[in-house]
């Protein structure tokens, strides 16, 4: 099997749950304790899917105003980027459009855009309808999907949708860059959740 890196970066405001959903993606964990993100957190997974095995290297960036300028050095050179909103409130998807039109200015070219609306397990506060913010995904061709942390919800499957939206490994015929492969080498992980 050969091992494929994918740069993702989690974008968005501060509090809509990027670090809960990078903790249950790598570690399957949840902690409602979880300190905000100073400048941005590190962690990697690997994940075995056909005949590769994707590394996913995921950057977890801080959402306050304070930091902002720094995300271009996260997303820059990413193969995908996942911006969250919580869907109990409405700001915080309104504050997404400007994540999205600083990516469209910025951000690499082919980056594979994912728009996670994250606490679906609030229905009850829910501010933010589902069908405006699939709407607004499909507007600028990018993946939709409402998650939970908390419970798990549409975590694995997420990451699952990038996987797939990426360019081709193999020399592609549709003016997409193509990735190398490398032979796996397995190696110790030291991530943790912060």
């Given at each position: 099997?050969?091992l494929?890196?994918?740069?993702?970066?989690?974008?968005?405001d501060?509090?809509?749950?990027?670090?809960?959903?990078?903790?249950?993606?790598?570690?399957?964990?949840?902690?409602?304790?979880?300190n905000?993100?100073?400048?941005?957190?590190?962690?990697?997974?690997?994940?075995?899917?056909?005949?590769?095995?994707?590394?996913?290297?995921?950057?977890?960036?801080?959402?306050?105003?304070?930091?902002?300028?720094?995300?271009?050095?996260?997303?820059?050179?990413?193969?995908?980027?996942?911006?969250?909103?919580?869907?109990?409130?409405?700001?915080t998807?309104?504050?997404?459009?400007?994540?999205?039109?600083?990516?469209?200015?910025?951000?690499?070219?082919?980056?594979?855009?994912?728009?996670?609306?994250?606490?679906?397990?609030?229905?009850?506060?829910?501010?933010?309808q589902?069908?405006?913010?699939?709407?607004?995904?499909?507007?600028?061709?990018?993946?939709?999907?409402?998650?939970?942390?908390?419970?798990?919800?549409?975590?694995?499957?997420?990451?699952?949708?990038?996987?797939?939206?990426?360019?081709?490994?193999?020399?592609?015929?549709n003016?997409?860059?193509?990735?190398?492969?490398?032979?796996?080498?397995?190696?110790?992980?030291?991530?943790?959740?912060?």
């Amino acid at each position: 099997m050969a091992l494929r890196e994918l740069k993702v970066c989690l974008l968005g405001d501060t509090g809509v749950g990027k670090s809960s959903i990078v903790c249950r993606f790598v570690q399957d964990s949840f902690d409602p304790d979880i300190n905000p993100t100073i400048g941005a957190s590190f962690m990697t997974k690997m994940v075995p899917r056909n005949n590769e095995i994707h590394k996913y290297l995921i950057w977890d960036t801080a959402g306050q105003e304070r930091f902002r300028s720094l995300a271009p050095m996260y997303y820059r050179g990413s193969a995908a980027a996942v911006i969250v909103y919580d869907i109990t409130k409405e700001e915080t998807f309104h504050m997404l459009k400007t994540w999205v039109k600083e990516l469209q200015h910025h951000g690499p070219q082919n980056i594979v855009v994912a728009i996670a609306g994250n606490k679906c397990d609030l229905v009850d506060m829910r501010e933010v309808q589902t069908e405006l913010a699939k709407n607004y995904a499909e507007s600028i061709d990018a993946i939709f999907i409402e998650t939970s942390a908390k419970t798990s919800i549409n975590i694995s499957e997420m990451f699952e949708e990038i996987s797939k939206k990426i360019p081709c490994v193999e020399p592609c015929t549709n003016d997409r860059p193509s990735f190398k492969l490398r032979p796996l080498q397995l190696e110790s992980s030291s991530s943790r959740c912060c």
